[in-house]
T-cell receptor
Framework: DADVTQTPRNRITKTGKRIMLECSQTKGHDRMYWYRQDPGLGLRLIYYSFDVKDINKGEISDGYSVSRQAQAKFSLSLESAIPNQTALYFC????????????FGDGTRLSIL | KQEVTQIPAALSVPEGENLVLNCSFTDSAIYNLQWFRQDPGKGLTSLLL?????REQTSGRLNASLDKSSGRSTLYIAASQPGDSATYLCAGGMDTGRRALTFGSGTRLQVQP
């Protein structure tokens, strides 16, 4: 089983819809991150969480919200999806010290029509 | 703000060739530097992690170096194989509390058989 699992893997939806992307991990890591990747670009940080009670905005948080339901679960919501949020979304985890590599899920490909 | 640049954006080489991928970053206050591999439609696989106190890391045919003073990292791939074809991303972990990564836009490598 994958250490970091993202659901769904693919999603097509319409402008204005509310969408939730989910991430769960079995690494036992405290830190979790949401990134988005656009074609030809690197990944950009949306939100990150150090534990259940600590959630922080990243570089491009506008239009997104998150929820850390448990240490192992971190979900990303698009309250009212717009076409320029079409992208590949990745969840990642890391240990508390940040001395080990970040571990990534396989991504969710989101298309907003 | 940290910026990470990767050159070249794309590279095509014949099988067996040794090659170097370049990564540069603007802020030397870097905690670590990671190299990832991304296959089409897949997530990121961590290849090598170099801590700020280290100069290089090796894994099999891969060797990554880090020079904080010049703001550069290189990924050396020896005896390239068609299975090495993928996009290679470098990412700098900033020496701030969040330990999130700042990514370059990647080098797309094609190894011709």
């Amino acid at each position: 089983d994958a250490d970091v699992t993202q659901t769904p893997r693919n999603r097509i939806t319409k402008t204005g819809k509310r969408i939730m992307l989910e991430c769960s991990q079995t690494k036992g890591h405290d830190r979790m991150y949401w990134y988005r990747q656009d074609p030809g670009l690197g990944l950009r940080l949306i939100y990150y969480s150090f534990d259940v009670k600590d959630i922080n905005k990243g570089e491009i948080s506008d239009g997104y919200s998150v929820s850390r339901q448990a240490q192992a679960k971190f979900s990303l919501s698009l309250e009212s999806a717009i076409p320029n949020q079409t992208a590949l979304y990745f969840c990642a985890t890391s240990d508390r010290q940040g001395n080990q590599p970040q571990h990534f899920g396989d991504g969710t490909r989101l298309s907003i029509l | 703000k940290q910026e990470v640049t990767q050159i070249p954006a794309a590279l095509s080489v014949p099988e067996g060739e040794n090659l170097v991928l370049n990564c540069s970053f603007t802020d030397s206050a870097i905690y670590n530097l990671q190299w990832f591999r991304q296959d089409p439609g897949k997530g990121l696989t961590s290849l090598l992690l170099i801590q700020s106190s280290q100069r290089e890391q090796t894994s099999g045919r891969l060797n990554a170096s880090l020079d904080k003073s010049s703001g550069r990292s290189t990924l050396y791939i020896a005896a390239s194989q068609p299975g090495d074809s993928a996009t290679y991303l470098c990412a700098g972990g900033m020496d701030t509390g969040r330990r999130a990564l700042t990514f370059g836009s990647g080098t797309r490598l094609q190894v011709q058989p």
